[in-house]
């Protein structure tokens, strides 16, 4: 059987998703590589919404090396900035804060954090496309975030939604749900 030119693009194209897929998760597994690993799995899908094909170990692996700097420091201040989030949660719970206080507290550490979940949204797709300063990188994504909120949550829902799936189903489905 001959592949037509229109079943082999989507042949590379599959083949190239599920192997920068299995390349994330391989690296992952080892912690320390994962923020360059996600910032290389962007870099490959990037091109892909725009029906354009990408070099899988050109593009996975040179955007590992090109940016991964700037892919641990996002990760850094996710942590630091989602672990006082997390801290501020777990402080406003306690018996002693009057309920308007802690009401008040809780909506806007709520809004922090979805902030910085949002922001991340447009973080990592700028960081792959753009070759921007850092502090450029963070303030074009959460002035996108903060301008098309709408279609930010929608986005994060879609993301989301695959996620939540893989955690109700039973593990085999789950595994084929997720990939």
């Not at 899908?45 to 641990?72: C, I, V, Y």
């Not at 206080?101 to 960081?127: D, E, H, I, K």
């Amino acid at each position: 059987m001959r592949l037509n030119t229109e079943q082999a693009t989507w042949v590379d194209r599959t083949g190239t998703f599920i192997l920068a897929n299995v390349f994330w998760v391989l690296l992952s597994v080892l912690v320390l590589p994962l923020p360059a690993a996600t910032a290389g799995l962007f870099k490959v899908l990037a091109p892909f919404p725009r029906g354009e094909n990408s070099a899988l170990f050109r593009d996975f692996f040179g955007a590992m090396r090109q940016h991964w700097l700037k892919s641990t420091l996002i990760v850094l201040i996710d942590v630091l900035i989602g672990g006082l989030v997390l801290a501020n949660f777990l402080i406003v719970d306690q018996p002693d804060f009057p309920p308007p206080v802690a009401w008040a507290a809780r909506s806007v550490t709520l809004f922090v954090g979805l902030v910085l979940v949002l922001t991340n949204l447009y973080l990592w797709p700028l960081l792959v496309q753009f070759d921007l300063p850092f502090r450029q990188l963070w303030r074009t994504a959460f002035q996108l975030a903060l301008a098309h909120p709408w279609w930010s949550l929608v986005v994060l829902a879609l993301t989301a939604l695959p996620l939540g799936a893989a955690t109700i189903l039973p593990s085999f489905l789950s595994l084929l749900f997720t990939f």
